[in-house]
C-alpha cells in the first residue's frame, strides 16, 4: 500500500520532505555529473533528450553538428546548483547556453571548458568545468518535479511529486505547499501501476501521456533501488508538445556503503566537484 497526504499533514510533510532532499546533499554521498544521469536514465527506458558530453571545443562542434538542428542547450559540467546564473572566471555569464549552431558550440565550449565556474553554491572559489553537455533544446507544455529519495523518518523510499517543476523545490513547499505531494513507497512491494498512476494523475499529465509517465516513474524508481541511489530528482519531468514524457534534466546521488556493490558507477566519481580536504580525508 502507500500513503499519500490529507491537506492537515501537508505542511510538516513537505518540511520534512524538503530539509530531506537537503540532507541527501549534506551527506558524503557519490554525485554524477548530469550527462551521466541522463545516461543512466536512458540506460532504464527513461527517456531523455538526445545529447552528448565534449572535454573540448572540437568535441563541442562534432557532437552539435551530429545531433543536427539548430536548437540546442550547452550546458557546463560542475557539480552546483544555479550553473545558470553562474559567472566564469574569465568573465563568461552562464554556465547553460542555448545554442543555435555548431560554430556556438565550438565558442562556448571553448570558454567554459577549463575555466572555473562560480555560482550561489561554489563559493568564491569556484568548480572547475572540464566537460560540457550539448543535447537538443525541447519544448515542455507542462513541467513538473519528481524526486525520490530515501526518507529517514519512514525508513523507506519516498516519492516528492511537484505539478510546479522547473523552478527550485524549496520555493515552491515556502509558497505553494498544496502543490507537492509525499507518496511513502513499502520497499516490500514497491511502485505498483496504481501507485505509479496516482502520481502520474496528481502531477497533472495529459490522458496520452498517463501509461508512458507511469512506465517512466517505474523505471526510475529500479534504478533507484538497484544502483543504490540515495537521491533521483528529475526538474522538469515534461510533457512534451508531442505528447511525449522526458526528463529534461536530472540529478543522481548515490550510497557511498554502496560502493563495492557499484563498481561501474563509482567509476564516474569526479575529485574535481568535492571538497579537497574531504577527498585527501577519505584517502
Known amino acids: 500500500m502507500f500513503r499519500s497526504l490529507r491537506p492537515r499533514q501537508l505542511r510538516s510533510t513537505v518540511d520534512t520532505a524538503v530539509r530531506g532532499l537537503g540532507q541527501q546533499q549534506q551527506r558524503r554521498n557519490l554525485a554524477i555529473h548530469e550527462y551521466l544521469s541522463a545516461n543512466l536514465l536512458k540506460e532504464y527506458g527513461v527517456e531523455v533528450p538526445k545529447g552528448e558530453v565534449a572535454r573540448s571545443a572540437a568535441e563541442a562542434e ?4 551530429s545531433i543536427g538542428g539548430d536548437d540546442m542547450v550547452i550546458k557546463a559540467q ?5 550553473r545558470g546564473k553562474g559567472t566564469f572566471d574569465n568573465g563568461l555569464k552562464g554556465g547553460v547556453r542555448v545554442i543555435y549552431s555548431p560554430t556556438e558550440a ?3 565550449a571553448d570558454q567554459m571548458i577549463g575555466h572555473k565556474l562560480i555560482t550561489k553554491q561554489t563559493g568564491a572559489r569556484g568548480r572547475l568545468c572540464s566537460s560540457v553537455y550539448i543535447c537538443e533544446r525541447k519544448f515542455a507544455r507542462r513541467e513538473f518535479y519528481l524526486a525520490i529519495l530515501m526518507d529517514r523518518q519512514s525508513q523507506g523510499p ?4 511537484s505539478s510546479q517543476g522547473g523552478m527550485d523545490i524549496e520555493t515552491v513547499a515556502k509558497e505553494t505547499p498544496e502543490a507537492i505531494h509525499t507518496t511513502y513507497i513499502n520497499i516490500h512491494e514497491g511502485v505498483t501501476d496504481d501507485i505509479a498512476r496516482n502520481i502520474a494523475t496528481q502531477l497533472g499529465f495529459s490522458e496520452q501521456c498517463i501509461e508512458e509517465a507511469i512506465d517512466s516513474i517505474k523505471k526510475m524508481y529500479q534504478l533507484f533501488m538497484e544502483r543504490d541511489a540515495t537521491q533521483i530528482e528529475i526538474n522538469p519531468l515534461a510533457e512534451t508538445s508531442e505528447h511525449r514524457v522526458l526528463a529534461m534534466d536530472a ?3 548515490f550510497d557511498d556503503n554502496a560502493e563495492f556493490r557499484q563498481k561501474e558507477v563509482f567509476s564516474w566519481r569526479d575529485t574535481t566537484q568535492e571538497d579537497p580536504d574531504e577527498v585527501k580525508a577519505a584517502e
Do not use: P, R
Open 62 to 65: 562534432a557532437i552539435a553538428k
Open 78 to 82: 560542475v557539480l552546483a546548483g544555479g
Open 106 to 108: 565550438k565558442m562556448f
Open 158 to 161: 519516498a516519492i516528492i511529486a
Open 251 to 253: 540529478k543522481l546521488s
